[in-house]
């Protein structure tokens, strides 16, 4: 199983990007994705995650800036990120709980990570 994340990019303050991951290879179901950043000198925090029903959650810094959204007959998760700040600056990781089998266990799954830089 791999993710593979695209969309980061250099941005000045006020604008937008939106992000997507793809989980492909042998996979059974997906109940969560999300994202996660990580900025220098700091610890990765979550930024946004959803669960296949559609019920998401929202870090407080980004609730009413970011969306996430999933496409699940793609397996794709997207976050869409409007109003960028300098704080926003960091390594985005897209993570997702999957499950390989009928009769396996969900295991963790992690992105390769996109850079987002939001300067003037």
């Known amino acids: 199983v791999q993710l593979q994340a695209s969309g980061g990019g250099l941005v000045q303050p006020g604008g937008s990007l939106r992000l997507s991951c793809a989980a492909s290879?042998?996979?059974?179901?997906?109940?969560?994705m999300g994202w996660y950043r990580q900025a220098p000198g700091k610890q990765r925090e979550l930024v946004a995650g959803?669960?296949?029903?559609?019920?998401?959650n929202y870090a407080d810094s980004v609730k009413g800036r970011f969306t996430v959204s999933r496409d699940n007959a793609k397996n794709t998760v997207f976050l869409q990120m409007n109003s960028l700040k300098p704080e926003d600056t960091a390594v985005y990781y897209c993570?997702?709980?999957?499950?390989?089998?009928?009769?396996?266990?969900?295991?963790?799954?992690w992105g390769q990570g996109t850079q987002v830089t939001v300067s003037s």
């Open positions: 959803i669960i296949s029903g559609g019920l998401t």
């Open positions: 290879g042998s996979i059974f179901s997906i109940n969560y």
């Open positions: 993570n997702a709980e999957i499950r390989t089998g009928w009769n396996t266990r969900s295991a963790d799954y």
